[in-house]
């Protein structure tokens, strides 16, 4: 089933001003027994989200209502620790689109990219931009532009450029898994097969 495609996306985010946020604070170990992707929003940062009486923790982003969207703003060093692919399907499902951040894991990155969600690496600076934008004004925007590999506080037209591999880049805009891109050039494949099978 293809993914939605991603072109442009406003909205807007939800800070999370914490830097090394490993892959055991995304999903934590204990729900890693399901072997689909869906439901793993739910138990999302579970560890912050949750007191241990397991009712919400008012003081964790995700539980404030003021902070909304399909992204999500963290500090630097996203995304280490063990290299579950779990981590990119929780924040997925949640309904986050995007990650922000001043670095990010390279294999949490690769997950990522692989399952539909794109994680866009600004400066430190940019960043501190973005946490201060939001503490004035919880509802401010950002817009992310894959084809333009921009992304911009919309409140003051501030903008950085960030990298991606072009591969990955193909695939998001068409909403493709890897099966799916080899499907779409499938003809090109057997015409280069041809070609060179005389």
């Known amino acids: 089933m293809p993914r939605e ?9 939800v800070p ?9 604070q995304i999903i934590p170990a204990r729900f890693l027994k399901a072997t689909t992707r869906e439901g793993f929003g739910d138990n ?6 949750y007191l241990p009486d ?12 003021q902070y ?14 063990s290299s579950r692919e779990h981590a990119a399907w929780a924040l997925y499902d949640y309904g986050f689109r995007v990650v922000v951040s001043s670095f990010f894991a390279d294999i949490f ?33 950002l817009e992310v532009n894959l084809p333009e590999q921009t992304i911009t506080l919309l409140s003051t037209g501030e903008s950085e450029t960030f990298e991606i591999n072009a591969y990955k880049k193909e695939c998001l805009l068409n909403g493709y898994d890897d099966i799916d891109y080899l499907l779409n050039i499938q003809e090109k494949i057997i015409a280069f097969e041809k070609e060179h099978n005389k």
């Not at 495609?5 to 985010?13: C, G, N, Q, V």
């Not at 909304?68 to 620790?81: E, H, M, Y």
């Open 16 to 24: 999370l001003p914490v830097d090394n946020v490993d892959t055991d």
């Open 54 to 65: 397991g009712s919400p923790n008012p003081d964790f982003v995700l539980n404030q209502p």
């Open 44 to 49: 999302l940062f579970r560890d912050w989200r």
């Open 5 to 13: 495609k991603f072109t442009i996306l406003r909205s807007p985010f």
């Open 68 to 81: 909304s969207g399909k992204i999500l703003v963290a500090g630097k060093n996203f995304g280490s620790g």
């Open 109 to 141: 990155r690769n997950n990522a990219l692989n399952n539909g969600l794109l994680p866009v690496q600004v400066s430190p600076a940019f960043l501190e931009k973005l946490f201060k934008a939001s503490e004035a004004d919880p509802s401010t925007e």
